[in-house]
Nanobody, 127 residues
Framework: EVQLQASGGGLVQAGGSLRLSCAAS????????IGWFRQAPGKEREGVACINNVDGSTYHAASVKGRFTMSSDNAKNTVYLQMNSLKPEDTAVYYC????????????????????WGKGTQVTVSS
C-alpha cells in the first residue's frame, strides 16, 4: 500500500521560511514522481512543484518559482519542499502525491492530478 506522510507545516511570518517533508512508503521510490499541491479555503487546488525520481527533473509553478525548491533524498524515500520568502497568499493546506513514472511533462502531470495522495499539512503565513 502506497503511503505518503506530509509534515513540517506551521505558522510563520511573511518573509519567513518553512521546509515541508513527504515520506513515502509502499512504493519503489526511484520509479515515482512526487508532487506538492496546495489548497486554500475557497480556492481550487494548485500544483506547486514536482520531482521525477526517474530522471531527477523538477518543475516549479510560476507562483512559487524562485522562492520554493523541491528536492529528493532517495536514501530516505523522502522529498522536501523548501519554502522561502513566504507570503500570506501561500497560506493553504499542502499535500504531497505520487504517480509512477508519469508519461507527460511534470507541469501537465500536476494539472492532471496524481494517483496516490497523503494527508495535508497546514501552512499559515501571517502578514
Amino acid at each position: 500500500e502506497v503511503q505518503l506522510q506530509a509534515s513540517g507545516g506551521g505558522l510563520v511570518q511573511a518573509g519567513g521560511s518553512l521546509r515541508l517533508s513527504c515520506a513515502a512508503s509502499g512504493l519503489t521510490f526511484d520509479d515515482y514522481a512526487i508532487g506538492w499541491f496546495r489548497q486554500a479555503p475557497g480556492k481550487e487546488r494548485e500544483g506547486v512543484a514536482c520531482i521525477n525520481n526517474v530522471d531527477g527533473s523538477t518543475y516549479h509553478a510560476a507562483s512559487v518559482k524562485g522562492r520554493f525548491t523541491m528536492s529528493s533524498d532517495n536514501a530516505k524515500n523522502t522529498v522536501y519542499l523548501q519554502m522561502n520568502s513566504l507570503k500570506p497568499e501561500d497560506t493553504a493546506v499542502y499535500y504531497c502525491a505520487a504517480e509512477r513514472d508519469p508519461p507527460y511533462g511534470l507541469g501537465y502531470t500536476l494539472a492532471l492530478g496524481m494517483d496516490y495522495w497523503g494527508k495535508g499539512t497546514q501552512v499559515t503565513v501571517s502578514s
